[in-house]
C-alpha cells in the first residue's frame, strides 16, 4: 500500500528495461561507444571510488537525520526527508564527484593517442560525444542512488511512510542539472590532454556553480543579480 501508483512504476520499470536492452543489444554507434565506455569506467576503479564514496557519505547524511527526528533532538519540519538530499554532505560530494566522473572522458584518449584512432573508425564526432556524455550521466545517476534507497529503511522497519512522489519529481530535476554537470565535465575534458587539469576546470565550475546560491541570498547584491543567480543556481533548481 505505500506504493500508491502501481501503473508509473511499472511504466518506469519497463522504459528502463527497455533502454537497457536496446543498449546491450543494438548496433548503433552511440550504443556500441556506450558499452565501450561504460565498460572502461566499471573495469576501473573510478566509479567503485565515486560510489563508494556516495555509499559512505549517503549514510553519514541518513545517521545526522534520524537524529534529527529521534527525541529529544526531533526538531525538524515538513519536508523533513530534504535534509537527506539539500545539506552540505551531498553538495559537498557532488562538486568532487562530478570532475572525478569527467576528467578522463576525452583528456585521456587525448593523451593515449586512442581518440586519432577512434576517430578513423566509422563513426562521426557527434556519436562519440553523445555516447561519452551518456556514460557519464548514467554513471551519475547510479552514484546518487544510494541516497535514495536508504531511505525506505524508514517504512520497511515500521516508522511512519514519507511521501516518496516529491522525490520522484527532485529525480527529474536531479537528471537535467547532472546533465549540466556532465556536459560542462566533458568540455573541459576536450580542452587539456591533462586529467588533473580537466579536474580542476570541472571542480573551479562546480564551485562558481554552487557560489550561485549564496548571491542570490546577500541582500547587498543587486536585485537583477540576484534573480539572474537563482536562475542559474542548481540548487534552487533543488
Same mark, same amino acid.
Given at each position: 500500500?505505500?506504493?500508491?501508483?502501481?501503473?508509473?512504476?511499472?511504466? =518506469?520499470?519497463?522504459?528502463?528495461? !527497455?533502454? *537497457?536492452?536496446?543498449?546491450? +543489444? /543494438?548496433?548503433?554507434?552511440?550504443? %556500441?561507444? $556506450?558499452?565501450?565506455?561504460?565498460?572502461?569506467?566499471?573495469?576501473?576503479?573510478?566509479?567503485?571510488?565515486?560510489?563508494?564514496?556516495?555509499?559512505?557519505?549517503?549514510?553519514?547524511?541518513?545517521?545526522?537525520?534520524?537524529?534529527?527526528?529521534?527525541?529529544?533532538?526531533?526538531?525538524?519540519?515538513?519536508?523533513?526527508?530534504?535534509?537527506?538530499?539539500?545539506?552540505?554532505?551531498?553538495?559537498?560530494?557532488?562538486?568532487?564527484?562530478?570532475?572525478?566522473?569527467?576528467?578522463?572522458?576525452?583528456?585521456?584518449?587525448?593523451?593515449?593517442?586512442?581518440?586519432?584512432?577512434?576517430?578513423?573508425?566509422? =563513426?562521426?564526432?557527434?556519436?562519440? !560525444?553523445? *555516447?561519452?556524455?551518456?556514460? +557519464? /550521466?548514467?554513471?551519475?545517476?547510479? %552514484?546518487? $542512488?544510494?541516497?535514495?534507497?536508504?531511505?525506505?529503511?524508514?517504512?520497511?522497519?515500521?516508522?511512519?511512510?514519507?511521501?516518496?512522489?516529491?522525490?520522484?519529481?527532485?529525480?527529474?530535476?536531479?537528471?537535467?542539472?547532472?546533465?549540466?554537470?556532465?556536459?560542462?565535465?566533458?568540455?573541459?575534458?576536450?580542452?587539456?590532454?591533462?586529467?588533473?587539469?580537466?579536474?580542476?576546470?570541472?571542480?573551479?565550475?562546480?564551485?562558481?556553480?554552487?557560489?550561485?546560491?549564496?548571491?542570490?541570498?546577500?541582500?547587498?547584491?543587486?536585485?537583477?543579480?540576484?534573480?539572474?543567480?537563482?536562475?542559474?543556481?542548481?540548487?534552487?533548481?533543488?
Amino acid at each position: 500500500a505505500y506504493f500508491v501508483s502501481f501503473g508509473l512504476i511499472l511504466v =518506469v520499470a519497463a522504459l528502463f528495461y !527497455v533502454a *537497457a536492452g536496446a543498449v546491450m +543489444a /543494438l548496433d548503433w554507434p552511440v550504443f %556500441v561507444l $556506450l558499452r565501450r565506455d561504460l565498460g572502461s569506467f566499471f573495469f576501473s576503479p573510478v566509479a567503485y571510488m565515486a560510489l563508494f564514496a556516495f555509499c559512505f557519505f549517503a549514510w553519514v547524511s541518513y545517521s545526522l537525520l534520524l537524529t534529527q527526528l529521534t527525541p529529544p533532538n526531533a526538531t525538524m519540519t515538513e519536508p523533513i526527508i530534504t535534509g537527506q538530499f539539500f545539506d552540505y554532505i551531498p553538495v559537498f560530494v557532488l562538486i568532487f564527484v562530478v570532475p572525478i566522473l569527467t576528467m578522463r572522458l576525452l583528456s585521456e584518449e587525448a593523451r593515449t593517442g586512442t581518440l586519432e584512432v577512434l576517430f578513423t573508425a566509422p =563513426v562521426d564526432e557527434g556519436a562519440v !560525444v553523445l *555516447a561519452k556524455f551518456l556514460c +557519464a /550521466l548514467l554513471t551519475f545517476l547510479i %552514484v546518487w $542512488l544510494p541516497f535514495g534507497l536508504i531511505l525506505l529503511t524508514i517504512p520497511l522497519l515500521g516508522g511512519d511512510p514519507f511521501d516518496y512522489r516529491p522525490l520522484l519529481a527532485y529525480s527529474v530535476g536531479l537528471t537535467v542539472t547532472g546533465a549540466a554537470f556532465m556536459s560542462m565535465g566533458l568540455f573541459c575534458s576536450s580542452l587539456t590532454q591533462n586529467q588533473i587539469g580537466s579536474g580542476l576546470l570541472t571542480f573551479v565550475g562546480m564551485l562558481l556553480w554552487t557560489v550561485l546560491w549564496w548571491v542570490a541570498r546577500i541582500p547587498e547584491v543587486p536585485e537583477w543579480a540576484r534573480e539572474l543567480s537563482k536562475h542559474m543556481s542548481y540548487l534552487h533548481v533543488w
